[in-house]
C-alpha cells in the first residue's frame, strides 16, 4: 500500500525549531548511506552474536520493486538478480555495469532472455527494466527503487525523530548482560518516513523472527498464483517437534491447508508449521533467494526449528534489527507482496498469542502486529505500532539471557511508545 509524500505547510514549518532545521541538513547529507544510528554497544565479540558477514553493507543496494518481482542490484560487486513470478536468475555477475551520477545500469542475458536496467542508487527514485526475449514483446517494468534504509519523504519531519535515538541508546548502554539492537522506522509520514537505529547491524541468532521470512515466501507465490492457501499439505508423526506451537497437540498423520499453517506459524510461532513451509517451499534455498533480492545481507535461514544437532554443527538463523525493519517496511509499502497478502500478514501478526514483551510494555489495548523470538541466548520482538496516525516499524533484538532481553526489550519498547504519543519533542498535535 504506498503512500503519497505528506506536505507540510509555511505555517508548521515557521515552527520547526532551529536545531531540528541543522539537523534536517545533515540528514539530505547521508540520507542514502543509512539510518540515523546514536551511539551504543557495538555486538563485538559477546556470545550468541555472529559477526557480521564481510559483503557490502545494505546501504550500498538497491532493489527495483515492480508488480510481482524484484531488480536488485550490488554496484560493489557488479552483480544483479532478476526473480519474479516468471522466473529467478540468481546472482548474476555484470562486469560492464556502469555506475554513475547515482545510477546503475546495464545489461545481462541469462538463457533466452536479457535484462537492460537503469536503476538510481537512491531510494524512492524510480528505476526501469527491460526485459528481451526472442520473438516475443518487448516487457518494460518500471517500479519504485527500495534502499534499506528508505530516505526520508520529509527530511524537516524527520529530524523530529532523532532524539528517540539517544534514549535508545540509554536504554542499549544500561543492557549490560544483553548486546542489544534497535531498529525504528515511521509508517505513517508523521516524522517524515525517517528511520533510526541503534545497533542496527547487530546480528543475534533469529530465533522465530527468521519465521517471517517463511511467510512473506509463502504469500509471494499466492501472489503469483502458484500456491492457493486453500491448498493442503499432508502433515505426518515425523513432523512433529515440540517448543512454541499448537499442531504438536493434534493428531497426526492429517492434511492441513496452507491457511492454517500460515496463520499458525505467527499466531502460535507454530514450530511444526515452520517445518512443513520449509519443505513445502523446497528447503532453504527459495527463502534465502528472497532474503537476497532483497539485500538483506545479516539475514539467513540455515536450520529448521528445534534442529538441535544442526545448531551444534554451527547452523544457524541470524537477522538483523535493520534487516528486519527493511522487511516490515517493503510489507506495509506493498513492495514485495500484494495489498491482500500484506493484509493477511499483519493480521496474522495481530492475532499473536505470545505477549509478553511489546504489548506487556504498552498500556492496555495500543494496537500492534508482532512477532517475537526467544532463545535461551536470544530474546526478540519485532512488528508494527499500529497507532492512528503514527504507525511505526519496530525491531527490538537482544541477545544474551532471555530473562533479561526480555525486560531489555520492554524497555526498548515502552521508550519508543512513550516517544511517539508523548506531544513534545517527540509526536505533535496537528
Request: with cysteine; charged share 20%.
Amino acid at each position: 500500500m504506498k503512500k503519497s509524500d505528506k506536505q507540510h505547510s509555511s505555517s508548521q514549518l515557521a515552527r520547526v525549531p532551529l536545531k531540528w532545521l541543522i539537523a534536517a541538513v545533515a540528514l539530505i547529507m547521508v540520507a542514502t548511506t543509512g539510518p540515523a544510528t546514536a551511539d551504543g554497544p557495538g555486538p563485538g565479540d559477546e556470545p550468541g552474536v555472529e559477526p557480521t558477514p564481510e559483503r557490502a553493507p545494505t546501504s550500498e543496494v538497491s532493489w527495483l520493486s515492480f508488480p510481482g518481482g524484484v531488480f536488485a542490484v550490488d554496484p560493489l560487486g557488479h552483480t544483479v538478480r532478476y526473480r519474479a513470478c516468471d522466473g529467478d536468475t540468481g546472482r548474476v555477475a555484470d562486469p560492464d555495469m556502469i555506475v554513475a551520477a547515482g545510477v546503475a545500469s546495464g545489461e545481462v542475458t541469462v538463457e533466452d532472455r536479457s535484462y537492460r536496467y537503469r536503476v538510481p542508487l537512491i531510494g524512492r527514485s524510480q528505476g526501469t527494466l527491460a526485459v528481451i526475449r526472442r520473438h516475443h514483446p518487448l516487457t518494460e517494468l518500471t517500479g519504485e527503487v527500495v534502499t534499506s534504509p528508505q530516505p526520508p519523504t520529509d527530511p524537516v519531519a524527520g529530524a523530529r525523530l532523532f532524539p528517540l535515538s539517544g534514549q535508545l541508546a540509554r536504554v542499549v548502554a544500561d543492557a549490560s548482560l544483553n548486546p542489544s539492537g534497535v531498529t525504528v522506522r515511521d509508517l505513517s509520514g508523521r516524522y517524515g518516513d525517517q528511520q533510526i537505529a541503534v545497533n542496527g547491524s547487530l546480528r543475534p541468532k533469529a530465533a522465530s523472527v527468521i519465521k517471517l521470512w517463511i511467510l512473506v515466501e509463502l504469500l509471494r507465490r499466492v501472489d503469483c498464483g502458484q500456491a492457493s492457501l486453500d491448498d493442503g499439505v499432508l502433515v505426518t508423526p515425523a513432523d512433529v517437534v515440540g517448543g512454541t506451537g499448537q499442531l504438536q497437540f493434534e493428531t497426526f498423520p492429517q492434511v492441513v491447508t496452507l491457511h492454517r499453517l500460515a496463520q499458525y506459524l505467527i499466531k502460535y510461532s507454530d514450530n511444526i508449521a515452520a517445518n512443513v513451509l520449509i519443505t513445502y517451499l523446497g528447503g532453504f534455498a527459495p527463502v534465502n533467494a528472497l532474503i537476497d533480492s532483497m539485500n538483506q545481507r545479516s539475514t539467513i535461514l540455515a536450520r529448521r526449528m528445534l534442529d538441535s544437532a544442526a545448531a551444534q554443527r554451527g547452523e544457524e538463523n541470524y537477522t538483523s534489527p535493520d534487516d528486519v525493519v527493511s522487511l516490515l517496511g517493503a510489507v506495509w509499502d506493498g513492495d514485495i507482496l500484494s495489498p491482500a497478502s500484506r493484509d493477511l500478514m499483519i493480521g496474522f501478526m495481530r492475532e499473536q498469542t505470545l505477549n509478553t514483551k511489546i504489548p506487556a510494555a504498552l498500556p492496555p489495548g495500543v494496537p500492534v502486529a508482532h512477532k517475537t523470538g526467544d532463545l535461551p541466548d536470544a530474546s526478540h520482538d519485532v512488528g508494527y505500532y499500529l497507532i492512528p496516525g503514527t504507525e511505526t516499524a519496530v525491531a527490538f533484538l537482544t541477545a544474551g539471557p532471555m530473562d533479561t532481553g526480555d525486560e531489555t526489550v520492554r524497555r526498548m519498547a515502552r521508550t519508543v511508545y512513550d516517544y511517539l504519543v508523548t506531544p513534545t519533542d517527540g509526536a505533535y498535535e496537528e
